[in-house]
């Protein structure tokens, strides 16, 4: 039983926040199974509740999900039968969610062009260490038993691996170079985004400026931390959102299908032997053509 703390909170969002399911899953389930306020059993997502009300909600089984492998081309910039580095295009899904299609994204991608990927994220998420955004391009890798899993996991979480980007900032910065340390959790106004919150994880972005171009700059990002949409939302903090990122305030007239932020390259140690491995990736076309547009203007 969960009591709730403010007046005028439609349920779903109550749920959501409190029973660590999407506001998608509990609009679906209100709707299907009921929730409880008061005692009396709710069918509607939007009842709007009040502060001391009680709320009972049941978190829905989870289901397995079939996920099967699909013959899409991968860029694979290195694999050995331990780990393999992808090259991941822009807007590509990483793995199958809630939210997203069940298919045509990078796990349905590796099942079929892959021998074996890791179990340790179960099987929606089979081989991956960690994300890339639907919209960022770039570097990510995979593990192709738990052993790799295990040490790929524990570099990131440790920050001896290295992960840097490359974006287009809307506006010219004023510093050349900086950090950026502002916790990030879900905001509180739409619960889709991110943002600086007192109660969010630590998160820790170094940038420096690589060109300027009055209307946009050229930056290099290098993250400590890892959490979801860190770049775009320290970037968007500092009034200089990435370009074509309509979710976080950047501009679309120079790119609008999705932000130009390029994951460029990835340091690591080999999860087997040690040894410290480099990876580097150059800018998409789309990324590249964008630049060029710029310069010649």
Not at 10 to 16: G, K, N, Q, Y
Not at 39 to 68: N, Y
Not at 174 to 190: F, L, M, N, W, Y
Request: proline residues 3%; positive net charge; hydrophobic residues 40%.
């Amino acid at each position: 039983m969960s009591v709730v703390d403010r007046d005028k909170i439609r349920l779903d969002v109550f749920i959501s926040e409190n029973y660590g399911v999407s506001r998608s899953q509990a609009k679906a389930a209100i709707e299907s199974e009921g929730a409880l306020v008061n005692g009396v059993l709710r069918f509607k997502s939007g009842f709007e509740l009040k502060a001391g009300d009680d709320v009972q909600f049941c978190v829905p089984a989870a289901r397995e999900l079939e996920i099967k492998a699909e013959n899409i081309p991968l860029n694979i910039v290195y694999q050995d039968e331990y780990m393999a580095v992808i090259d991941k295009p822009q807007g590509m899904v990483v793995h199958p969610a809630s939210s997203y299609t069940k298919s045509d994204t990078l796990v349905n991608a590796l099942l079929f062009n892959m021998d074996n990927l890791s179990g340790i994220n179960g099987v929606i998420r089979p081989g991956i260490v960690h994300r890339l955004d639907k919209d960022t391009s770039g570097l990510i890798v995979i593990a192709k038993n738990d052993e790799a899993h295990r040490s790929l996991a524990s570099q990131i979480e440790k920050k001896t691996a290295r992960r840097v980007y490359i974006g287009l900032c809307d506006g010219n910065f004023k510093q050349s170079e900086g950090t950026v340390d502002a916790p990030i959790g879900r905001s509180k106004r739409d619960r889709k985004k991110m943002a600086i919150v007192e109660d969010g994880k630590r998160a820790v972005t170094h940038f420096r400026v690589i060109e300027n171009f009055g209307a946009y700059s050229l930056v290099r990002f290098e993250l400590e931390t890892g959490r979801t949409h860190q770049i775009r939302v320290h970037s968007a903090s500092l009034r200089h959102p990435i370009v074509g990122d309509s979710v976080y305030g950047g501009s679309t007239k120079l790119y609008g299908k999705g932000q130009l932020l390029h994951a460029c390259m990835l340091t690591l140690r080999h999860p087997h032997t040690g040894e410290e491995m480099r990876f580097t990736a150059p800018l998409p076309a789309a990324f590249a053509h964008a630049l060029e547009v710029i310069r010649k203007k």
